[in-house]
């Protein structure tokens, strides 16, 4: 771990041109386990970030964390770094639903360390939430959202559980080991969250993300706003406003490479086409909504008035202020309409 921290303090150093000198909004530890990193591991990357860039007098410094790593000791150590954000991975504070996810944590785990948290001046929380999960109930799901709410996140993260073929879960579901939901179950539970934390003071910014008023991330917002951005390590996506590349997700193969001076990245410089793909594809799925407006005078390009108006007829989008959004029955089918939007090369 102490080489492949070297190794992306080397990255550092070598990419600080590639957001062109942009001071940094935002600072984010995430992918893999970073909540494992030592105090003087995430201080010698703070301190490689602050070196080779400029950052605002205010940055949003997030890491992410399961709950069985925040020991009081632990986020004691993340304050002093600068850490001043966690998203801590609570999934569930059902223990049934834990053992289910193979989760090292338990409920009470999970209680201990947002309280922690809590003492130790972390004002600025983001709980994950899985639902849609094989035996859940709308009963318990309620249950489970509602000591979510109680312990008052200024962020939630809610994800409807899904199965990817070529994994654990995905080989049990195949040889019957257990059965997912139908998709009028899950269907069901989204209104659910949608509705519980609405009524609760969250805003539904994005279609999984909820937040009080004011705590959006600030990072993840960058993405879906089409903002440039670097990605460092194994398997770091990056994006510069005219291409994404992404580095090898090796860690040997990327710890060699950095060793000899290189980045281990392929590139991909995006058409207008991509451009226009993605700009709907991230969009969409905002309170913010499409901005038709934009992408007149940066692509010169109108989406088709008549699947606006389809749409519009079946209750799934409104346009306000030139601004293409999703009503709540849209948002259960956000990538489906996405993708009626999407043009194809030539």
């Known amino acids: 771990m102490e080489q492949l921290v070297q190794a992306i303090c080397h ?69 002093a770094a600068g850490i001043n954000r966690l998203s801590i991975g609570i999934q569930s504070f059902d223990d049934t639903i834990l053992q289910f996810f193979n989760r090292a944590h338990n409920a009470a785990q999970a209680e201990k360390c947002i309280r922690d948290a809590h003492l130790l001046d972390f004002t600025n929380i983001s709980l994950d939430l899985i639902f849609g999960a094989p035996h859940q109930t709308l009963q318990s799901l309620e249950r489970d959202l509602s000591r979510f709410i109680d312990f008052a996140p200024k962020h939630i993260s809610a994800y409807s559980l899904t199965i990817e073929e070529k994994t654990v879960f995905g080989h049990q579901l195949k040889n019957g080991t257990f059965s997912v939901l139908s998709e009028g179950q899950v269907a069901e539970q989204f209104k659910y969250v949608m509705k519980r934390l609405e009524d609760a ?42 291409s994404s590349q992404w580095n090898v997700a090796n860690n040997h193969m990327y710890m060699r490479s950095l060793a000899q001076g290189t980045v281990p990245f392929e590139r ?55 601004r293409l959004t999703l009503t709540r029955p849209g948002k259960l089918l956000a990538d489906k309409i996405a993708l009626e939007f999407f043009i194809d090369e030539g």
């Open 201 to 242: 003071g969250y805003d539904q910014y994005e279609i999984s993300n909820f937040c009080k008023p004011g705590y959006y991330s600030k990072h993840n917002t960058s993405y879906w706003q089409q903002k440039k951005y670097l990605g460092v390590g194994p398997s770091a996506h990056s994006y510069d406003g005219q």
């Open 11 to 79: 990255e550092l150093t070598i990419q600080k041109e590639y957001l062109s000198g942009e001071a940094l909004e935002t600072i984010y530890f995430g992918g893999g386990t970073p909540s494992l990193l030592t105090f003087e591991q995430i201080t010698c990357l703070m301190k490689a970030i602050k070196d080779s860039y400029a950052i605002t007098a205010t940055p949003e410094v997030t890491l992410e964390a399961n709950p069985d790593d925040l020991t009081a000791e632990k986020l004691k150590a993340l304050r």
């Open 268 to 322: 991909e410089v995006l058409s207008r086409t991509n451009q226009i793909n993605e700009y709907f594809f991230t969009t969409l799925r905002t309170r913010w909504g499409t901005d038709l407006t934009f992408l007149q005078r940066v692509f010169d390009f109108t989406p088709d008035s008549e699947k606006i108006d389809l749409l519009q007829q079946q209750g799934l989008n409104q346009i306000e202020n030139e």
